[in-house]
């Protein structure tokens, strides 16, 4: 007898889904002071360290698809863009490892930012084990001059932020109010992304132009094939700009979602708000208190109805006029692209009207030699007349009749057709 295999319980599978859900990635995690190390965090301990729920989780997850997002929580901001999946708390930002080079330029911009600590640590990358320089170095080699002169900058002022030690004096002891760390953070999540942006658009405008200059040139199946290649980036590439800056204009357009990104803000109204409640003396503790709720509840509407945010947006307003700067590229190449198809078609139906018109010509040459062969055939049927008694000049006279005949009527067809303008002599078109 067969032996039966013993199918899995249903615990078994839900052990082991749940072995699957439980399984730890790889995080970097950069904290406020310039440190960066590697954790391997599960999903628990993320919704535990940072305060959010499973499903914006979701969103940074590298296996699913979901559209560019800046979403604030009470106390964290939770980044997709591009390239960059992190969450921003007060004092530390985790991010997902990818292969992009651009992430290598993202973390060389987090820490050109951050105050540097005493002790200055390179970070490391979890794919290939090599650290910051020699990947910038790799990227140097294989990239292009625009990426490699991103590079070049981005070690200058990394260099120049670790080494001068006057800028640093002068930024620590200037009036101006220095940006708290999330939004150091958050600047340069959006700035990584519109670089890449730029950088794609960029390289797609060097190669469509030439492209589409050719096409107009010469019309041919391979330049057709390159030229919708180009215009399937381009309509991809724009989504991608879109989303981005449809993102950055919802938060310019909601206060509430930009004052809930004031992290630290929030962190220090907290501990104030606990220290003024130790402070309060037994006998008085319930009149503090109430008057407490009902200042914080006049200040929670008037933060509700009218808050403060003029540092964020201004930061995330110069950003989305980048974006709109490359959103107007983009929609001079299409216009471009399109113009060029007009162009193209213009052509097309030019050659068609040509060969139109070559039809008729040979249509109606067809029509006035079928006429000359109905004279040839009747003089070649076996019918006695009084023309084939006389001398050889009467055959050869209506020879050339037949003849100029069927010319003449060619002539005057033609001449009628333009007459008509069924027929008209077709200017080839070469600039629009």
């Known amino acids: ?52 729920p499973a499903r914006d989780l979701r969103v940074l997850d590298p296996t699913l698809f979901y559209p560019s997002s800046i979403m604030g929580r009470e106390k964290s901001i939770v980044v997709n863009l591009e390239h960059i999946k992190a969450i921003i708390t007060s004092n530390e930002v985790l991010i997902i490892n990818s292969s992009s080079p651009f992430f290598i330029l993202f973390l060389q911009d987090l820490q050109a930012r951050v105050p540097r600590s005493n002790n200055i640590h390179k970070f490391t990358s979890v794919d290939n084990g090599m650290d910051g320089e ?16 991103r590079i070049d900058s981005m070690n200058i002022a990394s260099k120049e932020s670790f080494e001068d030690d006057t800028l640093i004096d002068v930024a620590e002891t200037s009036d101006q109010k220095p940006l708290p760390f999330e939004f150091k953070a958050l600047e340069t999540c959006i700035e990584s992304a519109c670089a890449c942006l730029e950088y794609e658009n960029q390289r797609l405008e060097e190669e469509a132009y030439p492209a589409l200059d050719e096409l107009a040139t010469q019309i041919s199946t391979l330049n057709l094939e390159h030229v919708r290649h180009i215009k399937n980036r381009l309509v991809a590439l724009s989504g991608r700009v879109q989303k981005v800056a449809n993102q950055l204009e919802n938060l310019l357009d909601d206060d509430n979602d930009m004052a809930e990104m004031y992290l630290t803000k929030k962190l220090d109204d907290c501990l104030v708000d606990q220290t003024s409640l130790k402070k309060g003396s037994n006998s008085n503790i319930a009149e503090d208190i109430d008057e407490s709720d009902e200042s914080n509840t006049f200040q929670y509407r008037f933060y509700e109805s009218k808050p403060d945010v ?39 139906d030019d050659k068609r009207n040509q060969l139109l018109q070559v039809t008729i010509i040979f249509s109606t040459t067809n029509v006035i030699m079928a006429a000359g062969i109905a004279v040839v055939g009747l003089f070649g049927m076996n019918v006695h007349i009084d023309l084939f008694d006389g001398q050889p000049r009467q055959f050869w006279a209506t020879v050339g009749g037949t003849f100029s005949g069927c010319i003449l009527l060619l002539i005057i067809s033609i001449w009628w057709g333009k007459k008509r303008y069924i027929l008209s002599e077709s200017k080839q078109i070469t600039n629009i």
């Open 310 to 348: 003029e540092e964020l947006e201004m930061l995330l307003e110069a950003y989305f006029a980048q974006i709109n700067g490359i959103s107007q590229r983009m929609s001079s190449l299409s216009e471009y692209v399109d113009d060029t198809e007009d162009h193209i078609n213009i052509m097309l």
């Open 134 to 149: 020699c990947e910038s170095k790799k990227i140097m080699e294989e990239g292009s001059p625009l990426l490699q002169s």
């Open 1 to 52: 007898m067969e032996e039966k295999k013993e199918k899995p319980s249903t615990m078994a599978i839900r052990g082991r889904r749940k072995a699957i859900v439980m399984d730890p990635k790889s995080w970097m995690v950069f904290s406020e002071t310039g440190e960066s190390i590697i954790e391997d965090l599960d999903k628990y301990t993320i919704m535990r360290r940072t305060g959010l």
